[in-house]
């Protein structure tokens, strides 16, 4: 059984579409996240929602507006899509700790590979 | 912000030998870090983790080393098989932080 889920695993688009990727998790975690991952394999938190609720959003153009409509679940959709936003995209998914915790661990999908033309 | 970064981008190593990945981490304030494996065209997968109270933790065939001294953290695999070619990444984590933080990358190559 998969933990964690993306589709589609591969997505080729023309640069100015707009696009969106899933995240299913079935491990009763309550906190999603949106990672990208450069050629250089570096990886870069994006957002993290727990409960539906947006708790962390980096520095990320608002062309990019992650959507969870319910906790086992986070998309991505991003308009207009430029050359630099080819990459991997990763979902993870963890419990969260919250103030009074620490971070706790994080669990990934396999990716989504994006390639803007 | 805090950034972690790995001493090495690559390490070649004997099938049968151990392997030791490095790590230095900035931010004292961290208390939590990670290791995760990512095998070509999949997501990182966990492989251990260590909380700050402790200074070492071992799983199979893996132990994590945690010195807060000098920030510094690693990872030491046993009996390197071919299975463990791939990229390493240690992240870490805060309290105050509800992220992780990653660092570059090692690439394991395994030689047979």
């Known amino acids: 059984d998969t933990a964690v889920s993306q589709t589609p695993k591969y997505l080729v688009t023309q640069m100015g579409n707009d696009k969106s990727i899933k995240c299913e998790q079935n491990?009763?975690?309550?906190?999603m996240y949106w990672y990208k991952q450069d050629s250089k394999k570096f990886l870069k938190i994006m957002f993290s929602y727990n409960n539906k609720e947006l708790i962390i959003n980096e520095t990320v153009p608002n062309r990019f507006s992650p959507k969870s409509p319910d906790k086992a679940h986070l998309n991505l959709h991003i308009n207009s899509l430029e050359l630099g936003d080819s990459a991997v995209y990763f979902c993870?998914?963890?419990?969260?700790?919250?103030?009074?915790?620490?971070?706790?661990?994080?669990?990934f999908g396999p990716g989504t590979r994006l390639t803007v033309l | 912000g805090e950034s972690v970064g790995l001493h090495l981008p690559t390490l070649s190593v004997q099938e049968g030998d151990n392997s030791i990945i490095n790590c230095a981490y900035s931010?004292?304030?961290?208390?939590?870090f990670i290791w995760y494996k990512q095998e070509s065209g999949k997501g990182p997968q966990f492989i251990i983790d260590i909380r700050s109270n402790m200074d070492k933790r071992q799983g199979q065939r893996v132990t994590v080393l945690l010195n807060k001294t000098v920030k510094h953290l690693s990872l030491q695999i046993a009996a390197t098989q071919p299975g463990d070619s791939a990229v390493y990444f240690c992240a870490e984590g805060g309290a105050a932080d509800y992220k992780l933080s990653f660092g570059a990358g090692t690439t394991v190559t395994v030689r047979a």
């Open positions: 931010n004292s304030a961290s208390d939590y």
């Open positions: 993870a998914s963890s419990y969260y700790t919250g103030t009074s915790g620490t971070t706790d661990t994080q669990y």
């Open positions: 491990l009763g975690h309550d906190t």
